[in-house]
């Protein structure tokens, strides 16, 4: 059903890997034998990255399912699948035109932390068709439409877990101010540092605060809240929107932002990467401070009119409050901080790429409604609503 990729920029692509062995996961074949689906088999499995076990292949019924386990907590009990099957039974009011489409959801079990849905064998996700530059403007658009549909559907139809109502948990707000031990310990030097450009910039720490406040006081929609390329996947010639461990209801803006978020990301990360469309060194490390802004401007501006397609798609669905362009706009600057402290992962120091983010990132943050028109953030009369 749906993939994730590494959280480094310099490994964007889908990647497929030898998943756990099924023998230490006893639960997976007996939630597949209790939905009548067939049990897995080690041959033929394959498993896709991210933070949880999963495994994709065809039972010994012919179905072919992804099936991947969530966290739970010491209470034996896993938010994350209370929320994905919140969104699941609010997804029963689309109608079957609706724009935002999920693979299907074959069933669960709450107490293995254990989720079972339809695999869309060679699908591709956004952050492959982004790197190969195929996530156009007509497919952002319809990614548009989709995030528009989830925003538009009644928040009181959300289900009433307590874990649907809890406040998005990035950015952590304690960690402005210094990081606790225990992350300290789990965290690279290059997460450190990146931490740490956050952390020394008081006017970054405010605009987040800031940030925080509009949030709590701007209406709430159902919401993905972990929007990013990879969790779009295109089959057949269908985008799908998948992984809702993290949906809740918060400020749509979010969503907004780190779609955003992801393509500044990737405008910054073209002016760098290996084999960008561009004369000079390998990996544009090489580059001087004039060169890196002219390029980073030149790719920005290539890629900032999928965004405004996104914004157009999203108001024929869905008629946003007032505020929701300006703070999707700072949400987009959150998201720079977002994922460079991710590709900081596996980095003893900063590259160019992530102190380029930082910047971009911090211009979002600290000006957001200056960032409205060039982001393409603007009224539309396509809206439909």
């Known amino acids: 059903m749906t993939t994730t990729t590494s959280d480094t920029a310099e490994q964007p692509t889908l990647q497929r890997f030898q998943p756990t062995d099924l023998d230490a996961s006893p639960e997976v074949n007996a939630l597949l034998d209790r939905l009548g689906l067939g ?46 099957l919140a969104f699941e039974g609010l997804a029963r009011r689309l109608p079957a035109v609706s724009p935002l489409r999920t693979p299907g959801h074959l069933g669960s079990d709450r107490t293995a932390a254990v989720g079972v849905y339809r695999l869309l064998p060679g699908a591709r996700s956004g952050s492959e068709l982004a790197l190969d530059d195929e996530f156009d ?21 959300a289900g009433s877990p307590d874990v649907v109502t809890e406040e998005a948990p990035l950015p952590p707000m304690p960690w402005l101010e210094a990081l606790p031990w225990s992350t300290v310990q789990e965290r690279s030097m290059g997460q450190i540092a990146a931490w740490r450009l956050v952390q020394d910039d008081a006017e970054v720490i405010a605009a987040l605060h800031a940030l925080r406040a509009a949030e709590r006081a701007a209406p709430h929609a159902p919401s993905h809240c972990d929007l990013r390329f990879d969790q779009f996947l295109r089959h ?23 779609f955003a978020g992801e393509w500044l990301f990737h405008a910054t990360y073209q002016v760098f990467a290996p084999g960008a469309e561009q004369d000079g060194p390998a990996a544009g490390f090489g580059l001087d401070h004039a060169e890196i802004i002219e390029r980073g401007a030149a790719s920005l501006r290539r890629h900032t009119p999928r965004i405004t397609a996104f914004w157009q798609g ?33 980095h003893a120091t900063l590259n160019p790429v992530a102190r380029a983010a930082a910047g971009i990132g911090r211009t979002l943050l600290l000006n957001p409604a200056g960032a409205v028109a060039t982001l393409g953030f603007t009224q539309s009369s396509g809206s439909s609503r």
């Open 39 to 84: 049990r897995l088999a080690a041959e033929g499995l394959t498993s896709f990255g991210g933070r949880n076990d999963n495994w994709a292949g065809r039972t010994s019924g012919g179905h072919q399912v992804f099936v991947k386990t969530v966290a739970r907590t010491p209470e034996g009990g896993s938010p994350q699948l209370e929320r994905a």
């Open 137 to 157: 403007e007509e497919l952002c658009r319809e990614a548009g439409r989709a995030v528009g549909a989830l925003h538009a559907l009644p928040a009181d139809a």
């Open 236 to 258: 057949d010639g269908t985008l799908y929107l998948c992984d809702w461990e993290e949906f809740r209801l918060a400020d749509p803006a979010r969503d907004v932002g780190a």
């Open 314 to 346: 999203y108001l024929e669905q869905h008629t946003p409050d007032p505020g929701l362009a300006e703070r999707a706009a700072a949400f987009a600057g959150w998201h720079m901080f977002d994922r460079l402290l991710a590709t900081a992962e596996l």
